[in-house]
């Protein structure tokens, strides 16, 4: 027996609402479990960025700044 036949002897709401809202109770805290991972190891990413174009950033100005030096 084939999930499609079980299914279709069912009516729509069992498919579309009963079937969803049982697996957000059983699967619910994974599902926010791994967003919640995601969404921080992309803030994590983002910041990562950012602190490496700073330090990028206040080294050329630095470097730029200072008078070169004589070599001889």
């Not at 967003?35 to 990413?45: C, E, M, N, Q």
């Amino acid at each position: 027996m084939a999930v499609k036949e079980i299914f279709d002897g069912l009516p729509w709401w069992v498919k579309w609402v009963a079937v969803p809202v049982l697996a957000l109770i059983m699967f619910g805290g994974l599902i926010m479990n791994v967003i919640g991972f995601l969404v921080g190891l992309l803030f994590k990413v983002l910041v990562f960025a950012a602190l490496v174009a700073g330090l990028v950033y206040v080294v050329r100005k630095f470097t730029a700044s200072s008078p070169p030096r004589g070599d001889g």
